[in-house]
């Protein structure tokens, strides 16, 4: 309904990839919030909604069950996502305090988009394969159906002998991932692309850049419509729980995978890095460390918004969760692979006031992996 002065503010979040339950709107410009749970009870913390008819009016909006999400410690130092146009994303001081997450902001336009990160819709995805499709040598292919019934689409593109997989988005609302993928697309197909155009003489690439769609439309934050978190499923999955990952198992199985990276975010940490597979077993007696290796050098000095210093744990030798694709997918084919973490926050090495880590810069950072990924097919190429 239209504001009136005196009336509850009116916040909305039935579309796709939006995620909030209004528990109370007393006031004209005040609103207290819950977030829905994925499928499955076990994770939430993506949000997305729409706030109408406040234009120019101090209002606060509080999220009340932010204490009970999949990782709280994440909200110290986050910075809301806010946009009147849905084009452009900027960034709002954010309190955390007793479990609660308030945002205190005064809208610019009549409708107020607010997010956990800038969202990268279904249509936004069907939008970039139906842009990919009409470049030549893409093929465009449905590997299966999800939960829901949704194609599994990949596109492959490359005439060279080797065999690199790139999928992103098993977490749905890591939708920075498909923000990268934007950028890795456009710069991979780019015919007057030198290095790109080098690198699919020597490789063919395998995408999926979205494998959680089900997941995403209906605003969770890391299952699919069955509640299974896919990035969990890699050692077993099923057509009922995983369909996504077991179909795209079944495909790499048919290709063969010579190098996989596994595109993410990262709720808690302010920093880009990767996430090996030292911990599979046989790692430190192959050539694995070499092309890894040579890989994350090359990445890094493609873009200095990626860094090694800041990340996860190593695992110790024989000690990885083969569940996880990273790992599952170098101990099935033997070959390097990677999963790639964005964060929700801001790069703290290079931190933007207004934008925070954005669209933008992960597009330019899947752009910057197109010279890691040539650096990683020479290698391939002097190890033979």
């Given at each position: 309904?239209?504001?009136?002065?005196?009336?509850?503010?009116?916040?909305?979040?039935?579309?796709?990839?939006?995620?909030?339950?209004?528990?109370?709107?007393?006031?004209?410009?005040?609103?207290?919030?819950?977030?829905?749970?994925?499928?499955?009870?076990?994770?939430?913390?993506?949000?997305?909604?729409?706030?109408?008819?406040?234009?120019?009016?101090?209002?606060?909006?509080?999220?009340?069950?932010?204490?009970?999400?999949?990782?709280?410690?994440?909200?110290?130092?986050?910075?809301?996502?806010?946009?009147?146009?849905?084009?452009?994303?900027?960034?709002?001081?954010?309190?955390?305090?007793?479990?609660?997450?308030?945002?205190?902001?005064?809208?610019?336009?009549?409708?107020?988009?607010?997010?956990?990160?800038?969202?990268?819709?279904?249509?936004?995805?069907?939008?970039?394969?139906?842009?990919?499709?009409?470049?030549?040598?893409?093929?465009?292919?449905?590997?299966?159906?999800?939960?829901?019934?949704?194609?599994?689409?990949?596109?492959?593109?490359?005439?060279?002998?080797?065999?690199?997989?790139?999928?992103?988005?098993?977490?749905?609302?890591?939708?920075?991932?498909?923000?990268?993928?934007?950028?890795?697309?456009?710069?991979?197909?780019?015919?007057?692309?030198?290095?790109?155009?080098?690198?699919?003489?020597?490789?063919?690439?395998?995408?999926?850049?979205?494998?959680?769609?089900?997941?995403?439309?209906?605003?969770?934050?890391?299952?699919?419509?069955?509640?299974?978190?896919?990035?969990?499923?890699?050692?077993?999955?099923?057509?009922?729980?995983?369909?996504?990952?077991?179909w795209t198992l079944k495909a790499m199985d048919a290709s063969?995978?010579?190098?996989?990276?596994?595109?993410?975010?990262?709720?808690?940490?302010?920093?880009?890095?990767?996430?090996?597979?030292?911990?599979v077993e046989g790692y430190d007696s192959s050539r694995l460390?070499?092309?890894?290796?040579?890989?994350?050098?090359?990445?890094?000095?493609?873009?200095?918004?990626?860094?090694?210093?800041?990340?996860?744990?190593?695992?110790?030798?024989?000690?990885?969760?083969?569940?996880?694709?990273?790992?599952?997918?170098?101990?099935?084919?033997?070959?390097?692979?990677?999963?790639?973490?964005?964060?929700?926050?801001?790069?703290?090495?290079?931190?933007?006031?207004?934008?925070?880590?954005?669209?933008?810069?992960?597009?330019?950072?899947?752009?910057?992996?197109?010279?890691?990924?040539?650096?990683?097919?020479?290698?391939?190429?002097?190890?033979?």
């Open positions: 309904m239209p504001f009136v002065r005196g009336h509850p503010i009116h916040i909305d979040s039935n579309f796709d990839s939006g995620n909030i339950e209004v528990v109370e709107t007393s006031t004209p410009n005040r609103a207290d919030l819950r977030i829905r749970k994925d499928a499955g009870d076990e994770h939430m913390q993506w949000f997305y909604f729409r706030v109408d008819g406040v234009r120019g009016e101090d209002c606060t909006f509080r999220i009340l069950n932010a204490g009970e999400a999949s990782y709280p410690k994440a909200w110290d130092g986050y910075r809301v996502c806010t946009s009147a146009d849905r084009q452009s994303w900027t960034r709002v001081d954010t309190a955390y305090e007793d479990g609660v997450l308030t945002i205190e902001h005064r809208p610019e336009g009549q409708m107020q988009w607010y997010a956990y990160f800038a969202p990268y819709t279904h249509e936004q995805h069907l939008d970039l394969l139906a842009e990919c499709q009409w470049v030549d040598g893409v093929t465009v292919d449905c590997l299966g159906a999800t939960v829901e019934g949704r194609d599994l689409h990949r596109l492959t593109v490359g005439r060279g002998p080797l065999q690199f997989w790139v999928i992103g988005r098993q977490h749905p609302g890591e939708s920075m991932a498909s923000w990268w993928m934007d950028g890795f697309l456009a710069r991979l197909l780019d015919r007057d692309d030198a290095l790109a155009r080098r690198l699919l003489d020597a490789v063919t690439v395998h995408v999926v850049p979205h494998m959680n769609p089900d997941g995403a439309i209906r605003g969770h934050l890391r299952c699919n419509a069955a509640g299974a978190n896919l990035n969990r499923e890699w050692a077993a999955p099923t057509i009922e729980r995983s369909p996504e990952v077991y063969g995978v010579d190098f996989c990276l596994d595109v993410h975010g990262d709720e808690e940490l302010p920093y880009n890095f990767l996430s090996g597979l030292e911990g460390p070499v092309l890894c290796g040579v890989f994350a050098a090359a990445y890094e000095r493609a873009n200095p918004d990626l860094q090694h210093e800041h990340g996860y744990p190593v695992d110790a030798p024989g000690t990885a969760n083969m569940t996880m694709c990273t790992n599952a997918i170098a101990g099935r084919f033997g070959c390097p692979a990677y999963t790639l973490e964005m964060p929700f926050k801001d790069n703290a090495d290079a931190p933007d006031p207004v934008f925070g880590w954005s669209p933008q810069r992960s597009a330019l950072l899947g752009a910057s992996s197109i010279d890691a990924l040539f650096h990683l097919a020479e290698a391939f190429e002097e190890a033979d």
